[in-house]
């Protein structure tokens, strides 16, 4: 059952990103240019086990079969809640569940959740072995970074490969670094030791600061990790994981049409049960590169209504060559 094994490498993955990576963004990009993995957006195991469960699944949740192999991002701080939780996402059809261990965000780190767990690392094998326990043979991985104040590169990931996990991403950067300072790819040459110390048979995926697959294969080569993870660059070029499509020669009127694409497939799939802002955020992924382009993002902006946008996406798709 550990789809991981089954992979060609490199291994290219696209991040999960809140508010970004919900299904119909994974189906968009699965249909210009397809990664190896996907991930959900993150999920509170809380959410999960609370009675407005079913809602969690259908918002959260939810996935198609062209963006297996998908994984199910989740976050907490209860063992017994991990448990829980990887029993019903095995039954709900995952190839895999990966813990978040990484999350920066302030709300998060002060429940003791995600990022925080780099400073308890008791508490993190406890989780790890519970959700594996649960997880009725899907591959468990996690992600993470490489410190909270300081790398503490070592130490942490040698509690976590001492774990059987099934892959481990480090977005090669500490909790207080955030993304304002480049990430540290050196560090992988020590994680890659660590790992053939202790015999462990976890794939490592490095993330960080990566546009291209270009830079993605370099970096595979370099560092003899076995994939690469990458998030802020689908905003750039949402082809991104396409090789045989040179994003230089895309039209206007081709990322246009794609952004037509997912605003139609964002109505159907969520109607009014989704903040339409959120589509906002995707605007200058397509929106670029053509006369009148800035104006034309400043006025999608201002749309009020979901309808409204489309609308104005339609009209604009007449306007540019």
């Known amino acids: 059952m550990n789809f991981w094994e089954k ?8 991040a ?16 210009v240019g397809k990664p190896d993995v996907m991930f959900t957006e993150f999920v509170p195991i809380d959410a999960i086990l609370s009675p407005v469960q079913q809602m969690v699944l259908e918002k959260s949740l939810s996935f198609s079969e062209i963006e297996r192999p998908i994984v199910a991002q989740i976050w907490g701080t209860d063992p017994d809640k991990f448990f829980a939780v990887a029993k019903l996402l095995s039954k709900l059809g995952f190839d895999g569940i990966d813990i978040n261990m990484g999350c920066p965000d302030k709300s998060v780190i002060k429940k003791g959740a995600c990022s925080a767990l780099i400073n308890n690392p008791r508490l993190a ?5 519970a959700t594996i326990k649960g997880a009725n043979g899907l591959p468990v991985s996690v992600k993470t970074r490489i410190g909270f104040d300081e790398a503490q590169t070592k130490e942490w990931v040698k509690t976590l490969l001492q774990t059987p996990i099934a892959a481990l ?29 202790l015999k462990s048979k976890a794939l490592i995926i490095g993330n960080g600061d990566i546009k291209t697959l270009l830079d993605a294969r370099d970096k595979y ?10 998030g802020r660059g689908i905003f750039e070029n949402p082809y991104l994981f396409n090789e045989s499509i040179d994003p230089s020669q895309v039209t206007p009127q ?15 799939t969520w109607g009014g ?27 999608l902006m201002k749309t009020t209504t979901l309808a409204e946008l489309i609308g104005l996406v339609e009209a604009i798709s007449v306007t540019i060559p």
Not at 170 to 176: E, G, K, Q, W
Not at 254 to 268: A, P
Not at 275 to 299: H, I, P, Q, W
């Open 273 to 299: 049960s989704r903040n339409f802002e959120l589509m906002k955020k995707f605007v200058k992924c397509y929106v670029n590169n053509f006369k009148g382009a800035t104006d034309s993002r400043e006025s």
């Open 16 to 31: 999960p990103m809140d508010g970004v990576t919900d299904t119909v963004f994974r189906q968009i990009v699965a249909s």
């Open 221 to 230: 080569l370099k560092y003899k990790v076995d994939g690469i993870m990458i």
């Open 254 to 268: 081709q990322k246009i049409s794609l952004l037509l694409k997912h605003l139609r497939l964002f109505e159907k």
């Open 169 to 197: 991403t480090l977005h090669l950067r500490t909790i207080s670094e955030m993304s304002k300072v480049p990430a540290h790819w050196d560090e992988l040459t020590m994680v890659v030791k660590i790992k053939e110390s």
């Open 125 to 129: 094998s406890k989780i790890i072995l």
């Open 7 to 14: 992979l060609k490498k490199p291994i290219f993955i696209l």
